[in-house]
């Protein structure tokens, strides 16, 4: 069976929410849907667009994604309003990507900086805003960090993708479904479980630069209960001239089902890593002072989380969630001669312990009332020097902050039996350290029956709270900063024709920021200084001229600005765009081509001050070839064109770099 992809507008949907279906074949040719029911594809549109779907994906075989991310209680993706993109595990698997990086750079909406490779930090910039106001999970766990003095962003480059159920990226605000952090966005991204057929996997790969990777896994279930264990490993040798990273991680989830549809369901999570690379605004081995002398970076990561869902009728569920995170860095640091010290050896660590409860009730058809209380509880410190001047400053970033947060929510939701989808929540977060702060978020949309159109629009608020960092760093601190808040709205438009072949949509948002924490330089001190503006359109679209070959497309146009400013906000490209063909010529071949194409922008660094780089296009290609039925070989080749581009000033990017690999399912 040919791969298929398709591309979901589901009325609720204001962006085309990409998802691929990759059906594998074995020697003897395509294996159907029914011997590998994990290989289905996620989801179909709904309404009319799904009665006129394709041959190659019938309703029959349909498995329905629930996007749990942008929603109090979990909702198909085709009854999600707002901007939502879901990437699921066969498209994650058929891109062979490095990281959940290279992933996230194919959707509309998102700039990730990452400077020259996976060493260095990768910074997201949702909608033009700053990398601490998108909110990051990992299997619904809240992991972003408002210990370290990125002002509480979470970095992406840690992660593997080898075992990944699905990615969610929800775009526009939404503390009224998270509270603090969720200014810009959430990503969720969440690891495989162990439902579905037994599975044992195991993936090898290597590259240029002593790239290499491996990942192991095995899942199952006996009755009601189901279990899924996995472990993987990655190094990256790179260019010594640039730093090196390795890290692992060891993922264990399962589920035991109870009487009367209960459920109950946890996931635990470690990883650790060690990286090396350039100090932010050094100028990197172009610039920098100190060339060679790189930025080390030691992390340990433990996630727990468990789930309890107890339907006590057909009409309400109850459900209470418990998370905790705890988080490990040891950094060394050169610094910026001779104007940002040096960190001889700095110690974070953190903790996070979240309770929630929650009530749903389904009073009449369609429509879904959730209402509960999130209890949220962190407590992060920080012990080290600074180097100034060759001199050993003690104590000099040493703080410790705690903070409880109490947050009651109600959220609405209805879907209709003629394509209008409403949904409505408030959320209010008592903070024990600062003023109370509501967060509200309404959307709707509308699949218009027997035409291919279906229009959205939705408006939200978010806040974040000041970060640990940005309260009680003892050089630059401040402890009368206040929250940031953001306010914004989209609205859109999508449209399906040729029997789903091609479609299209065209959204466009704007979102507007307040008391932006920055540096000021005239106090020495972080203080909310700053008002922004961000307004832009996303578009995408997909054709698909055969079953055989699919074509799809993004483009983002961001304008980023500080009210009374004239020019971009740093680091954030005006416009950025990317192409996608995934062509299966005969059946145990599959080819993959990513094109990614992002414009100028303006970068900064100590030793050069504001300069604007070059824009850039990169090339990538993946080959998958199912050699017997349990064994399939990969080359993918990163960079495919061997661009010199530059992400941060003075740090070049690695030049082409061929990956290969092997993977094997046991049983």
Do not use: C
Not at 169 to 186: D, I, K, L, N, T
Not at 311 to 336: A, C, H, I, M
Not at 430 to 455: H, N
Request: glycine share 12%.
């Amino acid at each position: 069976m040919p791969v298929v992809r398709k591309l979901e507008f589901g009325g609720a949907v204001p962006g085309m929410v990409l998802v691929l279906v990759l059906m594998s074949v074995d020697s003897s040719g395509a294996k159907s849907l029914e011997a590998d029911p994990s290989s289905a594809p996620p989801a179909v549109a709904s309404g009319e667009i799904a009665e006129e779907a394709s041959p190659a994906v019938e309703s029959s075989d349909a498995i329905e994604v629930l996007v749990v991310t942008g929603s109090k209680s979990p909702q198909p993706l085709e009854l999600m309003p707002g901007s939502v993109d879901v990437l699921t595990r066969a498209e994650i698997e058929a891109s062979r990507a490095d990281g959940v990086v290279e992933l996230l750079r194919q959707l509309p909406g998102l700039h990730i900086e990452q400077a020259g490779t996976r060493g260095s930090l990768a910074s997201i910039y949702m909608r033009g805003l700053d990398p601490n106001h998108t909110l990051v999970l990992i299997d619904g766990i809240v992991v972003n960090d408002p210990t370290n003095a990125r002002g509480g962003s979470f970095d992406l480059s840690t992660l593997d993708v080898l075992n990944l159920e699905q990615i969610e990226v929800v775009r526009g605000p939404v503390s009224a479904v998270h509270g603090s952090a969720a200014m810009a966005g959430a990503i969720n991204i969440r690891t495989r479980g162990g439902k579905g057929p037994d599975e044992a996997r195991f993936d090898i790969s290597g590259g240029r630069w002593g790239y290499h990777r491996l990942m192991a896994s095995v899942r199952g279930n006996r009755g009601p209960v189901d279990l899924a264990i996995a472990g993987s490993y990655v190094e990256e040798g790179v260019p010594k001239e640039l730093g090196g990273y390795r890290g692992g991680s060891v993922v264990v989830g399962g589920g035991v089902e109870l009487p009367r549809a209960g459920e109950v369901r946890a996931t635990l999570r470690y990883g650790d890593s060690r990286s090396q690379a350039y100090p932010v605004f050094s100028g990197g081995p172009q610039y920098a002072e100190l060339v060679g002398q790189f930025e080390s970076r030691k992390v340990e990561e433990l996630d727990f989380g468990a789930t309890l869902e107890q339907p006590l009728t057909e009409d309400f569920n109850l459900s209470f969630w418990v998370t905790t995170t705890q988080r490990k860095e040891y950094l060394t640091s050169p610094g910026v001669p001779f104007d940002v010290p040096g960190e001889p050896g700095t110690r974070t660590r953190f903790g996070r312990t979240s309770l929630t409860g929650s009530a749903t009730w389904e009073p009449l058809e369609g429509l879904t009332l959730t209402t509960g209380a999130d209890g949220v509880w962190e407590d992060g410190s920080s012990s080290g020097d600074l180097e100034f001047f060759g001199a050993i400053l003690p104590g000099t970033i040493d703080f410790r902050e705690r903070r409880f947060v109490g947050a009651p929510f109600v959220e609405g939701h209805w879907a209709s039996d003629f394509g209008l989808v409403l949904q409505a929540g408030v959320r209010v977060d008592i903070p024990d350290d600062f003023d109370s702060r509501s967060s509200s978020r309404v959307g709707g949309s509308w699949a218009v029956a027997e035409t291919g159109l279906s229009v959205n629009a939705s408006w939200s608020e978010g806040f974040k709270l000041p970060s640990f960092y940005a309260l009680g760093n003892p050089l630059v601190g401040n402890t009368d900063l206040v929250p940031e808040t953001s306010q914004g709205w989209d609205a859109g438009v999508g449209y399906t024709l040729w029997q789903d072949r091609l479609q299209l949509s065209l959204t466009y948002f704007t979102i507007g920021v307040r008391n932006l924490i920055d540096f000021n330089s005239d106090t020495f001190q972080l203080q909310n200084l700053s008002r922004v503006n961000s307004e832009g359109v996303e578009g995408q679209v997909l054709l698909s001229p055969s079953e055989t070959l699919s074509i799809t497309g993004h483009a983002t146009w961001n304008d980023v600005r500080e009210q009374g400013a004239g020019v971009q906000l740093l680091n954030r490209p005006r416009w950025r765009g990317g192409l996608g063909v995934l062509w299966q010529p005969v059946p145990p071949l599959e080819v993959r081509l990513q094109a990614l194409f992002v414009g100028p922008l303006r970068a900064e660094s100590v030793p050069t001050g504001v300069v604007t780089l070059a824009g850039y296009q990169r090339l990538d290609l993946a080959f998958s070839w199912q050699l017997l039925s349990w064994l399939e070989g990969y080359l993918a080749i990163d960079n495919l064109l061997d661009q010199p581009y530059q992400e941060q000033v003075g740090v070049p990017t690695p030049g082409i770099r061929p990956r290969i690999g092997f993977q094997m399912e046991i049983f």
